[in-house]
T-cell receptor, first 117, second 109 residues
Framework: GAVVSQHPSWVICKSGTSVKIECRSL??????MFWYRQFPKQSLMLMAT?????????EQGVEKDKFLINHASLTLSTLTVTSAHPEDSSFYIC?????????????FGQGTRLTVV | GIQVEQSPPDLILQEGANSTLRCNFS?????LQWFHQNPWGQLINLFY???GTKQNGRLSATTVATERYSLLYISSSQTTDSGVYFC???????????FGSGTRLLVRP
């Protein structure tokens, strides 16, 4: 299957600082990537859809000014958590599809565990 | 939006037992995938199965799209099968993958 790499795997930051998480598709081009958030013992909740060369589409209730998404190339999307607070502590996971059509399999990065202190 | 329900929410098995996990969805879908989330949080792709039946070793899956459900079968369970199993669907005319609430499986030696 296709490989999606996410970095860093874990990060601890101070309240008020910003954190950037990278998501790369290593062996395929992904015009669309997705960012999810997962709280302990809960399911994955879609935060936003990242589109190469255009603005991200955010799900209802997700603050676009707090969670900045950039998809500058066909293999890289970044999520920046700005002015992080303890309630932003969570597990963030990215996903990419192997093509632009419907009916293609999605692959996931290994996730980033963010702790804000 | 589409609703994705998984059952049972929790399952405890003795090693060697078989089990069936179910995923119901409320609307037509283009895509359905099953994942296993390991203790480190990594999502492992198990099946890409919008319809029909597939098998991979001790695991198999069946999706009946017209009746809006999918089943994941685990045979001869092993302790390494423990973790959370998610199904996720792509609603019709949408490119998003929506996750169910998961089934938490514990296999005891």
């Amino acid at each position: 299957g296709a490989v999606v790499s996410q970095h860093p795997s874990w990060v601890i930051c101070k309240s008020g600082t910003s954190v950037k998480i990278e998501c790369r598709s290593l062996d395929f081009q992904a015009t669309t990537m997705f960012w999810y958030r997962q709280f302990p013992k809960q399911s994955l909740m879609l935060m936003a859809t990242s589109n190469e060369g255009s603005k991200a589409t955010y799900e209802q209730g997700v603050e676009k000014d707090k969670f900045l998404i950039n998809h500058a190339s066909l293999t890289l999307s970044t999520l920046t958590v700005t002015s992080a607070h303890p309630e932003d502590s969570s597990f963030y996971i990215c996903s990419a599809r192997g093509g632009t059509e419907l009916n293609t399999e999605a692959f996931f990065g290994q996730g980033t565990r963010l702790t804000v202190v | 939006g589409i609703q994705v329900e998984q059952s049972p929410p929790d399952l405890i098995l003795q090693e060697g037992a078989n089990s069936t996990l179910r995923c119901n969805f409320s609307d037509s879908v283009n895509n359905l995938q099953w994942f296993h989330q390991n203790p480190w949080g990594q999502l492992i792709n198990l099946f890409y199965i919008p319809s029909g039946t597939k098998q991979n070793g001790r695991l198999s899956a069946t999706t009946v799209a017209t009746e809006r459900y999918s089943l994941l079968y685990i045979s001869s369970s092993q302790t390494t099968d423990s973790g959370v199993y998610f199904c996720a669907v792509e609603p019709h005319s949408s490119y998003k993958l929506i996750f169910g609430s998961g089934t938490r499986l514990l296999v005891r030696p």
